[in-house]
């Protein structure tokens, strides 16, 4: 059966951009710092400023100013707040200082990566991501929902440190990538902490200013799911190694966190031609995953002070749209592709039109105006 091995068939798209052509497509960037492709779009939309490095096409007519700085459109947004967003917080957290850039610092896998390398040219006015050029590389071109977070969807400028890497798991040592070389959330976290962590002047990040976040399990179950055993106890060895790291961030300084939990990966493509029974089982073990990490959450809240927690729902999310995939623009469930109506990019990715939505979620109802 073809399980995690499977990502190195989505892996090698990691390095793609959308071939530049002629008109952007709906959602796709037209302008921008550095931006280099089209800069006109598709009939039915309207390329619209969001900010010096990213410029965007969306839904309207002609007669819609390119220099708008309407973020999204009336219509994607009230489509995007139907969707579930769990927010917990307590009112001891952090408050973000005016004035300079926030700070946000992203774990995770290739559902989050855009490329980023630490070694590299360090986020900044003209490229908020850093490296490499905004919005960076995802698993199916174009920009996912970190670059549409850090774009579009804030009040304020964001450098975006993202250590996510495709293929990761929490700790390569209780579930291997499919490759050696993937760097884990352990491997992510070590990286910021022999790195940026001390606040050094390049990136003068503090508790107040600076957000983390993690979005992680896809790997993780996508790769157990089918093991023998006591999933729920494993579930529970998975998430104490992500909360130790976790805890590493708080010690360091970190103060506001974000998680996602696992969307319903036995929906993609990838799972349903594994037939019922496999798809079944994942989300037996995705469910139970999900309820255990936000009691992790909870717990975790409750023994440490000064903390601010945001539950993305990205599993009711998913679902919200993928019950109902024409109410949001794209074809069907099940297909995938390139185009502008299809929520799979590929057979195991969202689509970079799908994390138009995500983005609008994350930054509009789950964090709101709670943090930027």
């Known amino acids: 059966m073809m399980r995690i091995s499977s990502i190195s068939v989505a892996s090698a798209l990691l390095g793609l951009l959308p071939a530049v ?3 952007a497509s709906l959602y796709g960037q037209c302008g921008g710092i550095n931006w280099t492709g089209a800069t006109t779009c598709v009939s039915g939309s309207v390329c619209t400023f969001s900010n010096p490095y990213y410029s965007q096409c969306l839904p309207g007519t002609a007669s819609t100013s390119s220099s708008t700085t309407t973020p999204v459109s009336t219509t994607t947004t009230s489509a995007t ?3 579930t ?3 917990t917080s307590t009112a001891t957290g952090s408050t973000p200082t005016s004035g300079g850039p926030n700070y946000w610092f992203n774990f995770g896998d290739s559902y989050s990566q855009t490329g980023f390398d630490i070694s590299g040219p360090l986020p900044n006015n003209a490229n908020p991501i850093g490296n490499p050029p905004f919005p960076g590389y995802s698993a199916t071109g174009g920009a996912n929902w970190v670059g549409y977070l850090t774009a579009t969807n804030n009040n304020s400028l964001l450098y975006t440190y993202n250590y996510a890497y495709g293929g990761a798991t929490i700790n390569a040592s209780l579930v291997a990538p ?3 070389t993937v760097l884990s959330v352990v491997d992510q976290v070590n990286q910021f902490m022999t790195t ?3 606040k050094p002047p390049s990136t003068p990040w503090t508790s107040a200013n600076s957000l ?3 979005w992680i399990g896809v790997n993780d179950i996508g790769n157990s799911y089918y093991e023998s055993g006591d999933r729920g106890a494993f579930s529970d060895t998975l998430l104490a190694n ?4 976790v805890q590493q961030l708080y010690n360091a300084g970190a103060r506001n966190f974000l998680w996602g939990n696992v969307p319903p990966i036995d929906r993609s493509p990838l799972m349903i031609a594994q037939g019922a029974s496999a798809q079944a089982a994942e989300a037996s073990v995705i469910a139970d995953f999900n309820s255990r990490l936000a009691t992790k959450i909870a717990q975790f809240q409750a023994n440490n002070t000064g903390v601010k927690t945001f539950l993305w729902d990205a599993n009711a999310q998913f679902t919200t749209i993928l019950n109902s995939p024409t109410t949001y623009g794209f074809q069907d469930a099940t297909s995938y592709g390139s185009t502008a109506n299809m929520f799979w990019g590929n057979n195991y990715h969202p689509s ?8 609008q979620e994350v930054g509009q109802v789950v964090l709101g105006n709670t943090i930027w």
Do not use: H, R, W
């Open 81 to 83: 707040t139907k969707t």
């Open 85 to 87: 967003a769990t927010t």
């Open 352 to 359: 970079t039109y799908a994390n138009v939505f995500f983005g």
């Open 196 to 198: 940026v962590a001390s």
């Open 21 to 23: 052509s002629a008109q």
């Open 212 to 214: 983390f976040s993690i």
């Open 178 to 180: 499919y490759e050696p």
């Open 242 to 245: 992500e909360f130790t790291l």
